[in-house]
T-cell receptor
Framework: EDKVVQSPLSLVVHEGDTVTLNCSYEVTNFRSLLWYKQEKKAPTFLFMLTSSGIEKKSGRLSSILDKKELFSILNITATQTGDSAIYLCAILNYGQNFVFGPGTRLSVLP | DAGVTQSPTHLIKTRGQQVTLRCSPKSGHDTVSWYQQALGQGPQFIFQYYEEEERQRGNFPDRFSGHQFPNYSSELNVNALLLGDSALYLC???????????FGNGTRLTVT
């Protein structure tokens, strides 16, 4: 059964800190890994990673995938209170199934 | 361009009752999936609809059923509600190929 594990499950930092969120997975027929941000209700899409070793960036957020070691990290630099959210990692397999991890709850204090 | 819309936003039901949740996908999307998200957990896959048929199903009992209409909108029905069905129900749509899911704001279901 496909599985996604995230760590830490919860994290509290202060504004300006840099954080690294981890996602590891076990999946048959891996296709892509995705990161989502969930603030209140709807998870919003951040990144989709398919190729190993290629960093995706959007402003202060960046992510990279290691397909050999079966993990991905999401980095957020110079955190702001608006970054407080649950960050979800998901994998897409060739069966067109998305499997989500439990999420990392990030709290950024002023 | 309207995103994924869900209704209602909140719902309170009693054990044993039945509920219907509704979803309209993002414009241009033809595949709709439903997820259950309990407090403190990630979304759990219920099922996926494409071309008005259930194509994939997660580990949920037959009390959970769905439908997709010709305009790609979808319904999730849950019969014989249990307290454990209390959760945020998310609808997501996607286009063809290797594209991400786009989520609606969800329906918060409380079963008392």
């Amino acid at each position: 059964e496909d599985k996604v594990v995230q760590s830490p499950l919860s994290l509290v930092v202060h504004e300006g800190d840099t954080v690294t969120l981890n996602c590891s997975y076990e999946v048959t027929n891996f296709r892509s890994l995705l990161w989502y941000k969930q603030e209140k209700k709807a998870p919003t899409f951040l990144f989709m990673l398919t190729s190993s070793g290629i960093e995706k960036k959007s402003g202060r957020l960046s992510s990279i995938l290691d397909k050999k070691e079966l993990f991905s990290i999401l980095n957020i630099t110079a955190t702001q209170t608006g970054d407080s959210a649950i960050y979800l990692c998901a994998i897409l397999n060739y069966g067109q199934n998305f499997v989500f991890g439990p999420g990392t709850r990030l709290s950024v204090l002023p | 361009d309207a995103g994924v819309t869900q209704s209602p936003t909140h719902l309170i039901k009693t054990r044993g009752q039945q509920v219907t949740l509704r979803c309209s996908p993002k414009s241009g999307h033809d595949t709709v999936s439903w997820y259950q998200q309990a407090l403190g957990q990630g979304p759990q896959f219920i099922f996926q609809y494409y071309e008005e048929e259930e194509r994939q199903r997660g580990n949920f009992p037959d009390r959970f059923s769905g439908h997709q209409f010709p305009n790609y909108s979808s319904e999730l029905n849950v019969n014989a509600l249990l307290l454990g069905d209390s959760a945020l129900y998310l609808c997501a749509s996607r286009g063809t190929g290797e594209s991400p899911l786009h989520f609606g704001n969800g329906t918060r279901l409380t079963v008392t």
